[in-house]
């Protein structure tokens, strides 16, 4: 058992984590920490083990070895749950439910005040307000996607841990997105492997290969590593096939 | 023009399907039609009944093949069956379980007419068949007409309804009902057919290539519907009871339940139980009408209807519960075990909803029939899928929290397996009742038993797989 004391000061703390699926390490000795307020993007190519990881953060799946804590308390703690907000990839809302049904059955399990008004604001940020009383079923793939991400803020969440949040989504969507999130005071992890994402909603990066971290620093650190006109995209490819930085 | 249809009927595998499905279904009606065409009982000649359980059994897997196999192992190209692939596992799992399940059925009855007893047992167990065979035919039909749907479900639903009361007064060796079962059935077959037709020929005119997944039809897409249900101001406990309570959760509609839980999900539960009611009711009026000389004779009509129920509601109600279930929002929003135990309470009540009119319609024959029938309605009761849901769901409530939580977590999904188990179980238990019946049966149960304990035991490898695999696609 870790000392809460090796959590102090982090929003998110996850030590020496390793989850294997059927003999296949998805994660292997992972370790984060991120303090209050920063915004931190997760990198990696596919099966990097980027979603395994916030799926481990937010206490949905559970580490075979390793320590996870939100504010220094068990990720599936009430205390925990109420800070976090969790955006999954290709989240699914109820399909029977209308999107305003949605909106408010989960803003009432997680005790949303001034529902109503949380509601139509977010439907007013988001551009979801035609599509209120329809089914979730009958929305597009994109408009979906909005309404997930409204209801992964519908509770004024602290902490957010966000998977791939502008799938599906228009451009213009998009700019209103992370204008929304550059706006909102908290910290951020948002896994991605977009690089001109991760720059737009975050300042530093954490580059996590086969489950393993490879590099991680702010994204200033990042630019400043490349070779002449290496651009950014390129010197975070070689960082993910394994070349050294400093060959 | 008709070879035009047929060019576009050939085109797809699931349209190959479908259309084998139709021939088969227009044989089936003219071979029941034949063999009853003097007013005589088709089970009287051994011939006749053995040609029918074995067009019965070739329509069966055909039919189910087709409205679940398929959906396994078709490319996602396949656009006329869009499902995603924890549509196609669970359609596998269920699959598999129908198919088997069934032929469970057929062997206990061939047993049954080798001795040449129970020819009331081998008719109504024909029929029954007819039943299942035209309710799986029919929910594949919905998953085909799912773009467009509840507008066709209803009246799929109403004729699955009509059905029902003509296997009611064929049972009673009328040559006049048993005609117009089969036309009845014969027509459906010829209106669904057509409405094959018509749904496939809406589908090319929007598209000139077949290949190509066209626009999805927007016929459902209204913009308000009824039964709209307001959470603001409830508490969290308050909120996840009304949910749950007024809401059936299906990947898939199967039968005549599946058809139910299409309604409660538009309508919700106001409209699920009259619809409960209804359906009580003709089995009891049926029941009455037949007015069987002896209780023996009710035990096939009630053994096989619950089994009929079983592996369609209950499959339904809680496979597609956790599988569908969006778990990132319940485990996101307060302690996971919190969240389980809320949703399973809720589904006590309303599995106590649900059984109240099959429990006074058993009430009613109980009173009827004296204490002589007793013993068999307690019996049809305590293997009632509701029975099982809501003892199952008390002992899921009655175990520490850490389990649930931990089973889900870790995926050892202990739950989903007794899922799969449960079928198998009443049949198991339907077995042990016919047992007492004839010593026969009891032969006939001990090689389901070793069966279920070879799928279950010594393949045990192939069902984890298979449950670990709903258990991921459950986090999506």
């Known amino acids: 058992m870790l000392a809460s004391s090796v959590f102090s000061n982090e929003a998110i703390s996850a030590v020496n984590i390793v989850k ?5 390490n998805a994660i292997a000795n992972l370790s984060i920490s991120i303090p209050e307020g920063r915004r931190v993007a997760l990198l990696g190519p596919n099966g990097a083990g980027k979603s395994t990881a916030l799926k481990i953060i937010c206490g949905i799946l559970k580490p075979d070895y390793g320590e996870v804590r939100i504010r220094g308390m068990e990720p599936n703690s009430a205390e925990a749950k109420k800070a976090l907000g969790f955006l999954p990839e290709d989240a699914s809302p109820y399909p029977t439910l209308s999107v305003r049904e949605n909106l408010e059955y989960i803003g009432a399990i997680r005790g949303t005040e001034d529902l109503d008004g949380r509601i139509n604001e977010l439907a007013d940020i988001l551009s979801i307000s035609e599509y209120m009383e329809m089914r979730v079923s009958a929305l597009s793939r994109g408009n979906r996607q909005k309404v997930s991400v409204a209801l992964s803020l519908i509770h004024r969440p602290e902490i957010m841990v966000m998977d791939e949040p502008l799938n599906y989504l228009d451009i213009p969507t998009q700019e209103n997105l992370i204008t929304l999130f550059s706006e909102m005071k908290g910290t951020f992890l948002v896994s991605t492997h977009i690089m001109s994402i991760a720059e737009k909603l975050t300042d530093h990066v954490i580059i996590i290969s086969r489950g393993q971290e490879i590099w991680s620093g702010s994204t200033v650190e990042l630019r400043n590593m490349g070779h002449g006109q290496e651009t950014i995209e390129q010197i975070v490819s070689r960082l993910m096939k394994g070349v050294s930085p400093s060959s | 023009m008709f070879l035009l249809v047929l060019k576009l009927l050939l085109r797809t595998r699931l349209s190959k399907a479908f259309l ?15 063999s009853g065409a003097f007013g005589e009982v088709p089970a009287q000649s051994l011939f006749g009944a053995t040609f029918i359980i074995f067009i019965y059994m070739v329509t069966f897997t055909a039919v189910t093949l087709f409205g679940n196999g398929l959906g396994m192992t078709k490319p996602d190209q396949d656009f006329l069956l869009p499902s995603s692939i924890k549509g196609r596992t669970l359609n596998f799992a269920l699959f598999t379980v129908q198919l088997i399940s069934i032929s469970l059925i057929f062997i206990i009855l061939s047993f049954a007419y080798s001795i040449e007893v129970y020819h009331l047992t081998l008719l109504g167990a024909l029929y029954i068949v007819n039943f299942l065979m035209l309710g799986v035919s029919l929910a594949s039909l919905s998953v085909l007409v799912s773009d467009y749907g509840l507008l066709y479900r209803v009246p799929i639903f109403a004729a699955g309804s009509i059905f029902l009361f003509s296997f009611f007064f064929g049972f009673n060796y009328s040559p006049f009902a048993m005609a117009v079962g089969h036309i009845y059935s014969a027509t459906l077959g010829t209106a669904v057919f057509f409405a094959a037709l018509l749904l496939l020929g809406i589908r090319w005119l929007n598209t000139n290539d077949l290949y190509v997944r066209p626009p999805r039809i927007q016929i459902r897409k209204k913009e308000t519907f009824k039964g709209r249900q307001s959470f603001v101001g409830l508490s969290p406990g308050k909120a996840i009871f009304r949910h749950f309570f007024t809401h059936f959760y299906s990947g898939r509609p199967i039968g005549m339940s ?7 999900n538009r309508y919700r539960l106001k409209a699920t139980i009259p619809i409960i009611v209804v359906a009580s009711a003709l089995l009891v009026g049926a029941i009455l009408y037949i007015r069987p000389s002896s209780v023996t004779e009710l035990y096939p009509i009630l053994i096989l209807f619950v089994i009929y129920l079983s592996f369609t509601l209950n499959i339904g109600l809680y496979s597609s519960t956790f599988s569908v279930e969006r778990l990132w929002l319940s485990a996101m929003s307060m302690p996971f075990h919190l969240y389980v135990k809320r949703m399973v309470f809720a589904q006590v009540f309303q599995s106590l909803v649900l059984e109240m009119p099959i429990g006074v319609a058993m009430a009613v024959l ?24 809501v003892l199952s769901s008390l002992s899921i409530i009655s175990k520490p929290p850490q389990t649930w939580e931990n089973a889900i977590m870790t995926r050892k999904v202990g739950l989903k397996r007794a899922i799969y188990l449960f079928p198998y179980a009443v049949i198991m238990l339907s077995g042990i009742l016919l047992s007492i019946i004839s010593p026969l049966y009891a032969a006939v149960e001990a ?12 393949r045990k490898g192939y069902w984890e797989k298979m449950v670990s695999k709903l258990a991921e696609n459950s986090y999506i």
């Open chain 1, 20 to 24: 294997t699926f059927r003999k296949r």
């Open chain 2, 20 to 34: 084998l499905f139709i021939v088969l279904l227009a044989f089936v009606d003219f071979a029941l039609s034949f």
């Open chain 2, 258 to 264: 599946g058809t139910v839980m299409a309604v409660s």
């Open chain 2, 366 to 389: 109980g009173f009827i029939y004296g204490p002589s029938l007793f013993p068999i309605l307690i019996a049809v009761l305590a293997i009632s899928p509701e029975s099982v849901a």
């Open chain 2, 447 to 458: 090689a389901s038993l070793a069966i279920a304990i070879y799928i279950f035991l010594g």
